[in-house]
């Protein structure tokens, strides 16, 4: 059971923006603990996408990019790409816990 | 090049144990926080446990305290998660991960545990 609530799917056309939305409460996101977002190709490990809620790794492209408010955040990927399609996962820390949580995850389908 | 490589996965019957490696290079090992996250089948991401640049401090899921435990070896740029009592609900690729600020930077390519009678 996940303290990080993702919606399942989401999906678009090429070329559109979608956004994956990340929920999460006041012992996590609430708390003021930073944001990040993992890639996760069929078959492959999980990747980098955006750290500390905005920031990119080298090499990750600017359609790429994050946000966060209150207790959610968000990724939004703009110019929808074919290889774009994939399972994406937002993490954070949990003060509950006392450890690390990851999203429920959301599959990208690209139309 | 960062490269993590995971390797000691298997089947085991349920009550067995087993032991992962996780052998790094392409960094500086010893300055590093590591991790163990894992995926069951068909599933989301689960953090499992992590360790700090020493070994002095070490951290777990709820689910697997008292049942693994994880280690490193700096001289051998390795980190090591022992699996013991393992249950059916533990079978998953496991991955070592090296850790950034509370975030997990680098993966290997994961390493499959099957647990079943």
């Keep these: 059971q996940s303290v990080l609530t993702q919606p399942p799917s989401v999906s678009g056309a090429p070329g559109q923006r979608v956004t994956i939305s990340c929920t999460g409460r006041s012992s996590n996101i609430g708390a003021g603990f930073d944001i990040h977002w993992y890639q996760q190709l069929p078959g492959t490990a999980p990747k980098l996408l955006i750290f500390d809620n905005i920031n990119r790794p080298s090499g990750v492209p600017d359609r790429f990019s994050g946000s966060k408010s209150g207790t959610s955040a968000s990724l939004a990927i703009s110019g929808l790409q074919a290889e774009d399609e994939a399972e994406y996962y937002c993490q954070s820390f949990d003060s509950s816990l006392g450890g690390y949580v990851f999203g429920t995850g959301t599959q990208v389908t690209v139309l | ?117």
């Design chain 2, 1 to 117: 090049e960062v490269k993590l490589v995971e390797s000691g996965g298997g089947l085991v019957q349920p009550g067995g144990s087993l032991r992962l490696s996780c052998a790094a290079s392409g960094f500086t090992f010893s300055t590093y926080w590591m991790s163990w996250v894992r995926q069951a089948p068909g599933k989301g991401l689960e953090w499992v446990a992590n360790i700090n640049e020493d070994g002095s401090q070490k951290s777990y899921v709820g689910s697997v305290k008292g049942r693994f435990t994880i280690s490193r070896d700096n001289t051998k740029n390795s980190l090591f998660l022992q699996l013991s009592s393992l249950r059916v609900e533990d079978t998953a690729v496991y991955y070592c991960s090296g850790q950034g600020h509370h975030r997990f930077d680098s993966w290997g390519q994961g390493t499959l545990v099957t647990v079943s009678s």
